[in-house]
């Protein structure tokens, strides 16, 4: 370890996580040179908070719930080096059957019939949450009372003030907690943060983003619209559905990336009501920041000095769209190419002389190789409900670090980020019902 990154580590005693982070990027930034689209360095190695050889301890996890997405995350943490698969949970003893034959097609060492047995296993590292977001106070509550660390598949809680007394207990427990949001983690975005910080495309003044799916691809709309066990979930208000929840994080994720946990100046937002659920169905959210973000301002003769960024940002969940994210600066963009939430290709556009002229080159990023097989999905040749799940490794991988490193929160993704998030959906909701 070098003298920044021991100075860095002895920071962390005095200055705290917030106090940490903003040191650690100082002097990674003063390391930092614009460069080709190589295998990007993550975050958290790169600020000097973990190593590579953290990711390799092992570490036990426990998984509460056993749905389409846990099954993704399971065939995922195959290609995690240290990553232990222990325990997978059920709510309650009369399901434990849907837990045994999750394990035994995964290979977990051991199950439990209800999530408090699984929590008070001692074996028990790492507990990954995927169950309904109307649960999640009490289940995340749960589980930091039982001094685990965990990860919390979004959204984190279904509004601020619920996401703030999650992110208190935590702080006050002293353990790792991350929202599940994997797409900081992959290659592509960890390469587009890389190039913003290192000032390759200059002052960033603008992002655009968006995330929008059909839900009748996977669920149906409920016949009965006070029936919330009728219809998909994402369609009922009551236990947290909604375009905001479901899909918002990602391109909400997106746009503040390059000014991390900084409010915006101002925040609008307009969208669609559902008139029988009442979930948003769609939402255009725009925020103003007071500061570009990035590198220095453009250097050429004439040129207008950055005034501030705007941030444009789409979510929906009745329509599909092309998904793709822009950082756009004074010297060039960065595009992370579809699908933007867990994308595996990038595009670097650097402005050349005169209007519409760049000099452009792209990058693929292959997912690593498992350690055995993954999991098919029952009655089907596809390993994976959804795309590119694959690439949950890289977050399992830096949890794995930070866990192992003693760090309570992610760099790529904080706690701070995450309430951020919460609060803008929240913002844009009320936005939209005094429409």
Known sequence: MDAAATRLKAAAVCAGVAGLFALASEVARRRRKPGAL?????????????????????????????????????????????????????????????????????????TAGTYAAALADEDVDVVYLSAMHSDRVAHVTQILEAGKHCVVEKPFACNLADGKKLVDLARRNKVFVMEGMWT???????????????????AVTAVLSDFGFDAADSGSYPADPKDTTSGDPIYHKAIGGGALLWAGPYPIAAGFLPFGSTKPKSVAAAGTLDPNTGVDLSCSLSLTYANAAGGAPSDRPGACPPRGATVSLYTSIDAETAETTTYVGQKGRVVVL?????????????????????????????????????????????CFHYPNSHGFCYEAAAVQRCVNAGLTECPQYTLDETLLALDLADQAKMHMAAA
């Open 38 to 110: 190589d295998a990007p360095t993550p975050l958290d190695v790169r600020l000097g908070l973990t190593t590579l050889a953290d990711g390799r301890k092992p570490l036990r996890w426990a998984f509460l719930s056993c749905g389409r997405v846990a099954h993704d995350y399971a065939n995922a943490l195959k290609c995690v080096e240290g990553a232990v698969l222990h325990c997978v949970a059920t709510r309650a003893e009369k399901d434990r059957g849907r837990a045994e034959a999750f394990a035994a097609l995964h290979g977990f060492a051991t």
């Open 184 to 202: 900081r983690c992959f290659p592509a975005v960890e390469k587009a943060r890389e190039l913003v910080d290192a000032g390759a495309i200059g």
């Open 338 to 382: 579809p699908p933007a939430h867990c994308p595996t290709r990038l595009r670097l556009e650097l402005k050349a002389a005169g209007r519409g002229n760049a000099s452009i080159s792209e990058v693929e990023y292959a997912f690593p190789t498992p350690s055995r097989p993954f999991a098919p999905v029952a009655g089907g040749d596809a």
